[in-house]
């Protein structure tokens, strides 16, 4: 493990970690439903990005090493969260709202999966 | 201040999941690093929060700060999809397994976390007495 890497690697978890507070902060003070959209856009979106990192063509090319580990490793590794899906899941279902809960996790799991297979099939290098 | 306790939490998450992943991730065709930060993560967020929203509610900022911070940046989601994506161009059946462990597993373990924190919080409230005992 290199020091570059390492630092980069901490200053992306904070920055992931404080974009994913700040957006569910602002998401929750304008949706009320009981659908945890905070961190399911969150997933999806991050998801997404990671996607580019690894298979896009010209993003491979242009990011060093340690700034792919800090991008992807720590800022969205740190932005997107599995144990807040888990608990939202388990709150959802210990309200009875079992419908609510199996929409949110597989449309989190689906729209995941693709938003990172569709940076894979499709190279958006192009409008770069 | 709220988003520091995040981020330095974030920063400590980050850096454990880094180092899970360099020593069970390498020379594996499955990605067994995350899926142990995110089983032990889920675990461990039902397990804080049950006890914290309980008997530390008054201490925002350090609770911030593991369960947002600290367990958030530890588990990840995005590495789930890409791995997902990169072990279904050889083997589907074990990318859905993957998947399915990591979800099922985890839902699980937050359960567990949840009715070991309920237990951890009556013997609190047992022994110290009041909502806030035992963080004077």
Not at chain 1, 15 to 21: N, Q, V
Not at chain 1, 50 to 64: H, K, Q, R, Y
Request: with cysteine.
């Amino acid at each position: 493990m290199a020091l570059d890497s390492l630092f980069l690697v901490c200053a992306g978890g904070f920055l992931g970690a404080s974009a994913r507070y700040l957006l569910g902060k602002y998401i929750s003070s304008c949706w009320k439903g009981n659908f945890p959209l905070g961190t399911f856009l969150v997933n999806i979106c991050g998801s997404f990005l990671l996607g580019l990192v690894v298979f896009n063509p010209f993003l491979i090319e242009t990011l060093s090493r340690d700034m792919s580990l800090g991008i992807g490793v720590g800022f969205l590794g740190s932005f997107t969260t599995f144990s807040a899906f888990e608990y939202e899941t388990l709150q959802l279902l210990e309200r009875g709202k079992k419908t609510m809960a199996f929409l949110y996790v597989f449309s989190s799991f689906i729209l995941g999966v693709f938003a990172a297979w569709i940076t894979k099939i499709i190279n958006f290098s192009n409008s770069f | 201040m709220k988003i520091l306790s995040v981020g330095l939490g974030g920063v400590l998450g980050a850096l454990a999941r880094y180092y899970i992943y360099v020593r069970l991730n390498s020379n594996l065709s499955f990605p067994l690093g995350t899926l142990t930060v995110n089983l032990a993560g889920s675990f461990f967020l039902a397990f804080f929060l049950t006890v914290a929203l309980k008997h530390l509610y008054h201490r925002s900022f350090l609770v911030l700060a593991v369960s947002t911070g600290f367990t958030g940046a530890f588990t990840t989601f995005s590495a789930v999809s890409v791995e997902a994506v990169n072990i279904a161009s050889n083997n589907p059946i074990l990318s859905l397994t993957y998947l399915a462990v990591g979800f099922f597993g985890g839902l699980g373990l937050a359960f567990a976390g949840r009715y070991l924190g309920k237990l951890v919080s009556a013997s609190i409230t047992d022994k110290f007495g009041g909502e806030a005992g035992g963080v004077g």
